[in-house]
Structure formats: structure tokens, C-alpha cells
T-cell receptor, first 114, second 115 residues
Framework: GAVVSQHPSRVICKSGTSVKIECRSL??????MFWYRQFPKQSLMLMAT?????????EQGVEKDKFLINHASLTLSTLTVTSAHPEDSSFYIC??????????FGSGTRLTVV | GENVEQHPSTLSVQEGDSAVIKCTYS??????FPWYKQELGKRPQLIID?????GEKKDQRIAVTLNKTAKHFSLHITETQPEDSAVYFC??????????????FGSGTRLSIRP
């Protein structure tokens, strides 16, 4: 079946630095990539939606200058958390949609900002 | 936009009994309703889904029902087993390719199976 590879799985960074998370679709073309954030014991909250070659659409309350999303190809999307702070510590997970409308999740990235 | 509400937030059932989780959605355009099981620190796993042209779907011990008029859908797990313990999320979306289509999740139900 469809596989989305997400890296890194865990990252610890210092406050003020930036962290890049990659999601790569391995055997299909991801026309759309969704980025979610999940705090402990909470649901997956949609942060933004990106279509290949165009600017991402951010959900209300998500700072586009802080969470930079790039979807330069049909197989790769990246989320960069800029100037990270402890409150950005969370589980970030991507979900790719293929051209048939199916959704596949990445394995998630646990970000800890110290 | 779409809003999905899920109840209960926690559910504890005796092994062998049935568990039911209920969700409501707000957007009448939604036509795809997946259910996910998530274990701690792992990605959500699709366990069953239903589309709006169907009222019920069953896969072994798991079944989902959909009432489009009332905008309700439910997950039913029969003969529960310890490995069913996890967090379950319902979701709603418009299926197929559309730049506006996205999956919105419910708040989750932590299911615990008592031995």
C-alpha cells in the first residue's frame, strides 16, 4: 500500500532555533499534503494544507511565518518550525492525499524544544 | 468549516462486551467518514470508513453506521479484546480529489478494555 516516510521521528532543539520536518511519499504522488499537530491526550489539529507548487493554506490561528511549508514536488513536503519555543513542543504528523482521494499518514515527529 | 464532535472522551468496557463511540458533524457536504485507531506515539491507523451512499458497513468485529439526515455516525466494536485498547478518532471529509477537501478529526475516545 501507499507509504509516507516522515523524518525525523524525534528531535530535540534549543529554543530559538529552527527545525525542518520532511514527509516523502514513496510510491505515489501526493497531490496534497496536510500537516497536523497533536498535543498530549488531544486530537489531531489541522495546521495547514499544501498543494504541489502552490502556497500553503493555513488554518485559523496558525502563524504562516512561524510554520513554513514547502511542497515543491509531488513526493516531498516539508514543515519548518522557525524560532521554536517550548510551547511548540508537540507531535507533528503529515498526511498525504493521492490523486484518487486516499489519505496516508506519516509516522509522526515528536518535537521537544528545550 | 467542518466541525466534528465525538463522545465519550473515555470509555471503559469489560472484555467481551461491546463498545460504541458516537460522532456528529456539521458540514452537510461531507461524504467520507473514516475511523482511526491511534496507539501512544504512533500514527493513526485507518480501521474502517464509510461513504455517504451507505448506511452501514461491517468488517468482522467492527461496524460503522451513518445517519446523513441527523449528521451522526457511530463506531461499534463487538467482543472487545485487550488489544482494542487505544484512542479512537472519527473524522469527516469530502472524498475524492478537491483542493478544498480535508479531513477534520473528532476529539478522540480513549477506550480501555478491562480483563
Amino acid at each position: 500500500g501507499a507509504v509516507v516516510s516522515q523524518h525525523p521521528s524525534r528531535v530535540i532543539c534549543k529554543s530559538g532555533t529552527s527545525v525542518k520536518i520532511e514527509c516523502r511519499s514513496l510510491d505515489f504522488q501526493a497531490t496534497t499534503m496536510f500537516w497536523y499537530r497533536q498535543f498530549p491526550k488531544q486530537s489531531l489539529m489541522l495546521m495547514a494544507t499544501s498543494n504541489e507548487g502552490s502556497k500553503a493554506t493555513y488554518e485559523q490561528g496558525v502563524e504562516k511565518d512561524k510554520f513554513l511549508i514547502n511542497h515543491a514536488s509531488l513526493t516531498l513536503s516539508t514543515l519548518t518550525v522557525t524560532s521554536a519555543h517550548p510551547e511548540d513542543s508537540s507531535f507533528y504528523i503529515c498526511s498525504a492525499r493521492d490523486r484518487f482521494g486516499g489519505y496516508t499518514f506519516g509516522s509522526g515527529t515528536r518535537l521537544t524544544v528545550v | 468549516g467542518e466541525n466534528v464532535e465525538q463522545h465519550p472522551s473515555t470509555l471503559s468496557v469489560q472484555e467481551g462486551d461491546s463498545a460504541v463511540i458516537k460522532c456528529t458533524y456539521s458540514d452537510s457536504a461531507s461524504n467520507y467518514f473514516p475511523w482511526y485507531k491511534q496507539e501512544l506515539g504512533k500514527r493513526p491507523q485507518l480501521i474502517i470508513d464509510i461513504r455517504s451512499n451507505v448506511g452501514e458497513k461491517k468488517d468482522q468485529r467492527i461496524a460503522v453506521t451513518l445517519n446523513k439526515t441527523a449528521k451522526h455516525f457511530s463506531l461499534h466494536i463487538t467482543e472487545t479484546q485487550p488489544e482494542d485498547s487505544a484512542v479512537y478518532f472519527c473524522a469527516a471529509s469530502t472524498a475524492g480529489y478537491s483542493s478544498a477537501s480535508k479531513i477534520i478529526f473528532g476529539s478522540g475516545t480513549r477506550l480501555s478494555i478491562r480483563p
